[in-house]
C-alpha cells in the first residue's frame, strides 16, 4: 500500500510520523502494572519526538541552529521511531488475544477505528471550514476508508495489523514478521519506493513474537554476543546520517535487521530494569498518547495560522508552539477522565 496522500500544503512534508495509540494494559496486581511502566515511557518518548518533527516542520527553518539541530535530531532517530511504535504495539497482544477473539476485536473497533474516523471527519470539517485548506468534496470523506487522512495513517495501519495477529494465531508471529519483511524488500526493489506498511507491520510482528516466547529472547540477549550486535546496531545508525545522503532510511527495508537489532537490545534492557530513570513525564505522556498524538498535528496547523502575522522568530514561534501544543493535550488529557463529552473524543 502506497503513501496516502490528499496534496495538502498542511500535511507534513517527508515521511509519515505515527505513535502508539493504544493504552498499556495494566495488571490486576501493582507490580504487574509497574512493570509495564517502561512501554508508557518509551511510547511517551516517541511521542515527544513526534511533536517535535511536527513542530520543526510548522514552525522552523532549518537555516537556524536550532532547526538545523532538529534536522539531525530527526535523521537519527527516523529508522527507529515507527519500528518502536509498531513493535511496542505488537508486543501487547498477546495481552489482549488472552481476553478472547470477540473482545480483542471489540476493544481495537473501538480504540483504534473509532477514533481514526472520528477525528478523519474532525480534520476534514477542519480543514474545508475555518482553515480554508482545502476544497470540500464528498469523495474526500470516503476516501478515509481506503487513503487516511494527514497523520491518521498510523491507526489506520495499526488496526490492519491487530487484523493480521488474529487472523494468524495458529502461526508463529516471526514466521509472519519474516514475511512481511520479505514483501517488502521485493516490492521496495521492484518499485523503487519504500513499503512502510509491510515494513512496519514486520516490526509489529516481532513484537508479538518477543512478548509471546519472551523467556527464550531473554536467554538470547543475555549472551556476551548479543550485547556485542548491539553495540553495532547502535554505532551503524548512529554514523548512518553522516554519510547516507539525502533522507533515506525512514522505511528503508535494507536496515530492517539492524533497526530490529537496536530495539530487540533496547527493550531487553529497559525491560529488565523495569523503567527509565527519572522519567515519569515521559510515562504521563506514554499513558495518554492518543490524546497527544491525534491532538498535536490539527493544533500545530491551526497555530502556524494563527501566529503567521505575529512578529516572532522562527524559534519564538517554535517554542509557543511545543508549549501551547503540549499544554492543550495535557488539558484534554485530564479533561478526559473527568468530562463524557472529551472522552468520546478519544
Known amino acids: 500500500m502506497g503513501e496516502p496522500r490528499l496534496s495538502l500544503s498542511s500535511?507534513?512534508?517527508?515521511?509519515?510520523?505515527?505513535?502508539?495509540?493504544?493504552?498499556?494494559?495494566?495488571?490486576?496486581?501493582?507490580?504487574?502494572?509497574?512493570?509495564?511502566?517502561?512501554?508508557?515511557?518509551?511510547?511517551?518518548?516517541?511521542?515527544?519526538?513526534?511533536v517535535l518533527y511536527h513542530a520543526s516542520l510548522t514552525s522552523l527553518d532549518e537555516a537556524t541552529l536550532l532547526g538545523a539541530a532538529l534536522r539531525r535530531l530527526n535523521d537519527l532517530a527516523a529508522p527507529l521511531r515507527m519500528p518502536l511504535l509498531a513493535f511496542l504495539s505488537g508486543w501487547l497482544v498477546p495481552r489482549s488475544l488472552?481476553?478472547?477473539?470477540?473482545?480483542?476485536?471489540r476493544g481495537k473497533l473501538r480504540h483504534v477505528l473509532r477514533p481514526y474516523l472520528l477525528w478523519s471527519g474532525v480534520m476534514i470539517a477542519l480543514w474545508c471550514g475555518p482553515l480554508a485548506l482545502m476544497t470540500f468534496e464528498p469523495q474526500v470523506v470516503l476516501r478515509v476508508l481506503w487513503q487516511p487522512f494527514d497523520h491518521l495513517w498510523y491507526l489506520y495501519f495499526l488496526f490492519l495489523y491487530y487484523l493480521l495477529a488474529l487472523a494468524t494465531t495458529?502461526?508463529?508471529?516471526?514466521v509472519v514478521a519474516a514475511a512481511a519483511l520479505g514483501a517488502a524488500l521485493v516490492l521496495a526493489q521492484v518499485s523503487g519506493e519504500p513499503k512502510e506498511l509491510l515494513l512496519?507491520?514486520?516490526?509489529?510482528?516481532?513484537?508479538?513474537?518477543?512478548?509471546?516466547?519472551?523467556?527464550?529472547?531473554a536467554s538470547l540477549w543475555s549472551r556476551p554476543a548479543a550485547r556485542v550486535v548491539f553495540v553495532v546496531a547502535a554505532a551503524a545508525l548512529l554514523v548512518r546520517p553522516l554519510v547516507a545522503s539525502g533522507p533515506g532510511g525512514w522505511y528503508d527495508p535494507w536496515l530492517a535487521p539492524i533497526v530490529a537489532a537496536l530495539l530487540l537490545g533496547v527493550h531487553d534492557v529497559v525491560a529488565r530494569?523495569?523503567?527509565?530513570?527519572?522519567?515519569?513525564?515521559?510515562a504521563r505522556v506514554g499513558r495518554d498518547s492518543l490524546v497527544y498524538y491525534l491532538v498535536h498535528w490539527p493544533a500545530l496547523v491551526v497555530l502556524r495560522e494563527v501566529l503567521a502575522p505575529v512578529p516572532l522568530s522562527p524559534v519564538g514561534r517554535f517554542a509557543v508552539s511545543i508549549a501551547l501544543v503540549f499544554g492543550l493535550a495535557a488539558t484534554l488529557a485530564w479533561l478526559r477522565r473527568r468530562v463524557r463529552l472529551v472522552a468520546l473524543l478519544f
Do not use: H, N
Open 11 to 50: 500535511r507534513p512534508r517527508g515521511r509519515r510520523e505515527g505513535v502508539l495509540v493504544e493504552g498499556a494494559p495494566r495488571g490486576s496486581d501493582a507490580a504487574g502494572a509497574a512493570r509495564l511502566v517502561w512501554v508508557d515511557q518509551l511510547r511517551g518518548l516517541a511521542v515527544c519526538l513526534v
Open 273 to 282: 530494569a523495569g523503567s527509565l530513570p527519572r522519567a515519569d513525564a515521559l
Open 200 to 217: 512496519l507491520a514486520a516490526f509489529f510482528m516481532l513484537g508479538v513474537d518477543v512478548a509471546t516466547f519472551g523467556t527464550t529472547w
Open 98 to 105: 488472552a481476553k478472547g477473539p470477540r473482545r480483542y476485536l
Open 170 to 174: 495458529r502461526i508463529r508471529p516471526l
